[in-house]
């Protein structure tokens, strides 16, 4: 059974910083391309990024180029997303998603080539 685990979510003021984690099982992790979506209230889910198997293939929405950054630790089943100059608009409940292939893919931005979700973790930007 595949489970993914997103975690490092919570309450962060305006140009403040916020690490999180997602760890999978169930799965051949460093076979999936990799990435992060959100979801705010009343808004459309939106990809933020995506990372090649490898990870060494990075794809970043305009909204965050510059301030995040997505990697991964295949050996830990893990990725991540680093988000620092955090702003009030990136408010919104945060998914990892595993891809259904190696590579980060233009279906990957609407998130119809995901194979597996994530529960969600919130964060929260002040003003």
């Known amino acids: 059974q595949v489970q993914v685990m997103e975690s490092g979510g919570g309450l962060v003021q305006a140009g403040g910083s916020r690490r999180l984690s997602c760890t999978a099982s169930?799965?051949?992790?460093?076979?999936?391309?990799m990435g992060w979506f959100r979801q705010a209230p009343g808004k459309e889910r939106e990809g933020v990024s995506c990372?090649?198997?490898?990870?060494?293939?990075?794809r970043y929405a305009d909204s965050v180029k510059e301030r995040f950054t997505i990697s991964r630790d295949n050996a830990k089943n893990t990725l991540y997303l680093q988000m620092n100059s955090l702003k009030p608009e990136d408010t919104a409940m945060y998914y990892c998603?595993?891809?259904?292939?190696?590579?980060?893919?233009?279906?990957?931005?609407?998130?119809?080539?995901?194979?597996?979700w994530g529960q969600g973790t919130q964060v929260t930007v002040s003003s």
């Open positions: 998603a595993a891809d259904s292939g190696h590579y980060c893919s233009g279906a990957w931005w609407d998130g119809s080539s995901a194979k597996y």
């Open positions: 169930g799965l051949t992790f460093d076979l999936y391309a």
């Open positions: 990372i090649s198997w490898s990870g060494d293939i990075t």
